[in-house]
């Protein structure tokens, strides 16, 4: 696609929206870069110009503005605040493809705080019900990002949603920020794939892997 | 967000608040900066663009690199490569901001999900597009029989907004004129001869 796509992301500085940032600056995509902790942002956005020079990267002071503004929306952001951030967007969300990559877990890392029969990425599209929600860059770590090929292997990532060109869009920023896209099916399979990484981070605590660990599936 | 957007529809095809509220759904709310593109050739026009707030143009390069404005877009219009967008092809045009602009897109899944299901919406696509083919009539028979001052006479005439905002260099390209020819054409209107 030649015509540069607008991504906001939205809460950029956090471990895993300063690792989405930092890698999708690499394609030919507009980064607006949101999150209410302003010093930070602003180092992140410089940093990324210089890792990037040719890198189109703004900071933005509101999230509805950059998601007014944006094509693709990013929600960097922890379950908890998925609701109070959902309700800024909402009118300028509609039609847009938001990605989801929230995990809900809970505060012992041991057990999920959404009920089984539903997930992170569904309760966002409730919340959002003309967006085109996508499941993508939550079974991966923050670090995985820097790393995407750990003992030789391409880490898999995992995509779930609804929406046909939706997911064909995620595929390429997955692809672009290093990992292997894999689309698992519909929205709903987002529970499964919360769960995946609920089991990730349990086997990173026991085994200490450092954060540095993905999902392969083996095949022939 | 939507106002221009239901004030334009309203002016052709009366909507009930409900109705505007389902329509709503099918949008895209988008902003634009100055110099930015809506879409590039090469790739499939996605959407139909109409203007909220701010200005645009379409324009194609020609193989000397020369480039040839063929619409401008202000607020209430709607821009877009229709002939891209309906029979998903490449196309060989650009839109771009001349202003910082708020849109409001509607994808081609959204156009042919609102024409099945709403009749409101046919009609309103039908005048619109019943429009847009006179209006393109108008310029083509401008072109071959009219000449270039009587064509930039009706243009200023028919369109005082965009002479006011549009660089004249930009006008000379959508008429296919010359920005020499355009500056002789002005000058003649403003000192007419006794």
């Avoid at chain 1, 920020?177 to 605590?205: H, K, W």
């Avoid at chain 2, 709310?29 to 090469?42: D, F, I, S, V």
């Avoid at chain 2, 877009?80 to 409001?104: K, R, T, Y």
Wanted: proline fraction near 4%; hydrophobic fraction near 40%.
């Amino acid at each position: 696609m030649n015509t540069k796509q607008t991504i906001a992301i939205i809460g950029a500085t956090g471990s895993m929206g300063t690792a989405i940032s930092k890698s999708l600056a690499k394609g030919n995509y507009r980064l607006l870069l949101f999150s209410s902790k302003t010093e930070q942002l602003q180092a992140l956005a410089s940093q990324i110009q210089t890792l990037h020079p040719s890198a189109d990267v703004i900071v933005s002071q509101c999230p509805t503005d950059a998601s007014w503004e944006a094509d693709i929306i990013i929600l960097a952001v922890p379950y908890q605040a998925q609701q109070e951030l959902a309700g800024k967007i909402k009118q300028v969300a509609n039609q847009k493809i938001v990605i989801s990559i929230a995990n809900p877990l809970n505060e012992t890392y041991d057990g999920l705080v959404t009920a089984p029969d539903t997930s992170a990425a569904e309760q966002l599209q409730l919340l959002l019900p003309h967006s085109k929600i996508v499941k993508a860059f939550s079974t991966v770590f923050a670090a995985d990002f820097a790393q995407p090929v750990i003992s030789q292997k391409q880490a898999d990532a995992f995509i779930a949603g609804d929406d046909q060109e939706a997911l064909e869009v995620v595929e390429q920023l997955v692809s672009i920020a290093g990992f292997n896209p894999i689309v698992a099916g519909g929205l709903q399979v987002s529970r499964t794939l919360e769960s995946m990484t609920l089991l990730l981070i349990q086997l990173n605590i026991r085994y200490d892997y450092n954060w540095l660990a993905g999902w392969k599936i083996l095949h022939h | 967000m939507y106002e221009v957007f239901f004030q334009k529809f309203n002016e052709k095809v009366k909507l009930t608040p409900t109705e505007e509220l389902h329509i709503q759904q099918y949008l895209t709310p988008k902003k634009l900066r100055k110099r930015q593109y809506l879409h590039q050739e090469g790739d499939i026009c996605k959407h139909i663009a109409l203007v909220e707030k701010g200005a645009l143009r379409s324009y194609v390069v020609d193989e000397n690199g020369q480039e040839h404005i063929t619409a401008f877009a202000l607020e209430g219009w709607t821009i877009s490569d229709l002939s891209s967008f309906m029979h998903e092809q490449v196309s060989s045009q650009n839109i771009d901001a001349l202003e910082d602009c708020e849109l409001v897109l509607i994808s081609r899944t959204s156009h042919e999900e609102l024409l099945t299901t709403m009749p409101k919406y046919e009609t309103y696509v039908r005048i619109l597009v019943t429009d847009a083919y006179v209006a393109l009539q108008k310029r083509m028979l401008g072109m071959i029989s009219m000449s270039p001052e009587n064509r930039y006479k009706s243009f200023i005439e028919l369109y005082p907004n965009i002479v006011q905002r549009v660089a004249q260099h930009m006008i000379a390209s959508f008429m296919g004129l010359s920005p020499e020819t355009i500056s002789r054409i002005r000058s003649r209107i403003n000192n007419p001869k006794p």
